[in-house]
Every structure is written in C-alpha cells, then in structure tokens.
C-alpha cells in the first residue's frame, strides 16, 4: 500500500470511521481497530464494536493498494498531532503501515484485515428520506432523555421513531424525564417503528452531509443503515417493547406558569452553581405574578433569583431537578416556556407558551425537603 493524502481530511474520517470504539470497553482488539484499505484512488475506513459499523470513503492518490486493521486511538492521535500537509503512508511489510509527513515518521503494526468482520447487509423492509437538518432537529429535541448506558434497561438507551405515513414522532426517557417531538412529513416513506440507540444518533449526527443534504434511513433485519456522501452507518436496533410513554403524560393541569424562554434559563444556569453540590436541586415557588427560585447547597451556600411569570391557579412550591428543565427548554423554538403543574409531587409538562410546535417534556419533581 502506497497513498498520499491531506491530513486534515484523514483525521475526520479516522474520527468517524473510529466512533463505535470510542468510550467503550472490549475483549475482542479487532473490535479498538480500524479496517484501513486503499484502492482505485480512495481510501476506505471502517470501524466496529460488533453492534454498530461505521464507514468512510476519502479520496486520496493511490500507488498501490492494500489493506490492514490499525488501532483507532493511535491512529488518531498520530494525526491529530502531525503538521497540516499531505501525509504519506505506505505498508513496508504484511503487518505495519508507516505515516510520514515532513520530519515525522511514525510507523503502527497492525492486524490481518481479514480478521475485520464485514458489514452487514441490510434488507429494505422500510425506509425514510429525509433531510439532515430535519433529522437533526428531531433527535436532538429529545436525545437529552435517553438513559445512561450503564442504568441497566437498555431499551431506555435509544430514541424511538415512529412514522405512520405523515407524522414522524422520536421519544426518548430515562423515567425520569421524557421528551418528544412530532412533526409532519407527509410522502417521506414508510411506515417505521424502530428504536435506535442513542450511540447510534450522536453519529449518523455527524455524518458529512449539508443540513440540506439527504439521508436515507433504511430499516430491516432488526439493523438500520443510514447513507450519505461518502459515509455509511449500519447498527442493531434495541428490542424489546419500548415504554407506553402516553401513560405519564398528564392529561390536564391545575396551574400553568408561562415564562419568557431566555429569562428561565439565565436563572437556571446562575442556580446551578450552588445546586450542583445538592443533586441540582432548584425550589420554585410562585407567589402572584413572580416565581422565587432558590438553590442551596450545606456547607457551601445559596442563592435566589426572581423571575415574573403569567400565573394561572393557585400558587404552589416545587423542586426539580434544574439541569432536567435547562435540556427541556433548549429545544423550545418560541421566546415563551410553559410550565404546566398539578401538584408538587406530580409531573410537569415543560412546553412552547405558543402554539405550533409539537414538542414537550415531561418532568417528575424532586421530594421538597
């Protein structure tokens, strides 16, 4: 293998190509490498965690060909410390590649890349178009619910979508929060009902596609393949059933205080500092046309903000969980929030003040103590 190519541009399909291994732990090393190929005037990467392959073609001049399986993190990490300029590498045996780049020479044994495991085909059992800013939207307007890997129900780990032929709806929740978002997109495909993990998401996200470029999302064999301009992603959906999340939606309120968005969050994030060392817990209560909101921390300090509010009910105190109600408002389009309450101990709806926007966030309370 011979190949010149800019750095910069390898580095971002190493980064990508190189996600699934990112942050996780394995016992198999084929699994902490990259599949490294070169022919016909373009370099081919791929990465793998078993569960999720990622893709990434490069144009680059090619000498000759060849392929082998490379450590991801130090590939990285040679680049991303070389000089811009365009790097050579060449495979000088069956087991190592050799980087070069002005003075630098730096030299990677590698593994066999027939020991890579291929990826998978996926079946079209069906599929969406649509466009990435779209999706973007959709995602990250509820990806802030999705549930720690490590908390033990790995169905709470992903993003439902569900397409019925003209509104796509994606939910997320860790059961302690839930988000979803629906909007309308009429003629985009068929019918979906899929739960994609939340690893999955972070990457199609950074897939390189212009935010009016398109992604094809396709579903089958209990995998989902999203394809792009020179990149590909084919990961396990989660199964199972996910939760019937319309059961903890409250079908009414009692109290309704409408806040002006920006306001909301500037308090937030200055309570914080002092709710960070007590669970992040913040205490709103509304008193006529204001709300106090207070965090404390033993031993460390407090602080209080005063925020006016269009109030309708009667007036009530309640904790939360403050970083929960600053992920719900960021997704709010309009300059006013609503916050929606029965009783302190109930959830609360976080939504637009506005209509025309189909998104909200479910919040459960803290104990007030």
């Not at 996600?19 to 490294?36: K, Q, V, Y």
């Not at 980087?99 to 066999?112: C, F, T």
């Amino acid at each position: 293998m011979t190949i010149d190519c800019p750095r910069e541009a390898l580095l971002e399909a190493a980064q990508l190509a190189g996600a699934p291994a990112t942050g996780r732990t394995t016992t198999l090393p084929i699994f902490e490498s990259l599949l490294f190929e070169a022919k016909n005037g373009s370099v081919r990467l791929v990465g793998c965690d078993g569960e999720m392959w990622v893709e990434r073609l490069l144009g680059a001049s090619v000498s000759e060909p060849g392929s082998l399986a490379v450590k991801s993190r130090l590939l990285t990490d040679i680049l991303s410390s070389l000089p811009d300029g365009q790097v050579h590498i060449e495979q000088p045996n069956s087991g190592s590649l050799r980087l070069s780049l002005a003075s630098s020479d730096y030299r990677m044994v590698g593994m066999p890349s027939d020991d890579f495991p291929e990826i998978p085909k996926v079946s079209a059992d069906s599929s969406l178009k649509m466009k990435a800013a779209d999706f973007a939207r959709m995602v990250t307007s509820v990806d802030f619910a999705v549930a720690a890997e490590n908390q033990g129900r790995a169905i709470l780990t992903g993003v439902l979508f569900h397409y019925d032929g003209e509104k796509l709806r994606t939910v997320a929740t860790d059961t302690h929060r839930l988000a979803v978002r629906t909007e309308a997109f009429p003629g985009i495909g068929s019918e979906v009902t899929a739960i994609v993990p939340n690893r999955t998401i972070q990457v199609i996200k950074r897939l390189p596609v212009a935010e009016d470029g398109e992604l094809t999302l396709t579903f089958g064999d209990g995998r989902l393949m999203v394809e792009a301009d020179g990149a590909r992603v084919v990961a396990q959906l989660l199964e199972g059933e996910f939760p019937p999340y319309d059961r903890v939606v409250p079908s009414e309120h009692t109290r309704r205080w409408l806040f002006d968005k920006e306001t909301l969050a500037l308090c937030l994030k200055r309570a914080s500092i002092l709710a960070r060392d007590n669970a992040q817990r913040v205490v709103m209560k509304s008193e006529g046309d204001r709300v106090l909101l207070e965090a404390r921390s033993e031993g460390v300090g407090e602080g209080k903000e005063e925020i006016q509010i269009v109030k309708e009910g009667d007036d009530l105190e309640v904790a939360f969980n403050g970083r929960y109600l600053l992920d719900a408002l960021t997704p709010i389009e309009t300059d006013g929030a609503a916050m929606e309450l029965t009783e302190n101990d109930r959830p609360t709806v976080l939504r637009p003040s506005e209509p025309g926007t189909d998104y909200f966030c479910v919040i459960m309370p803290m104990a007030l103590m």
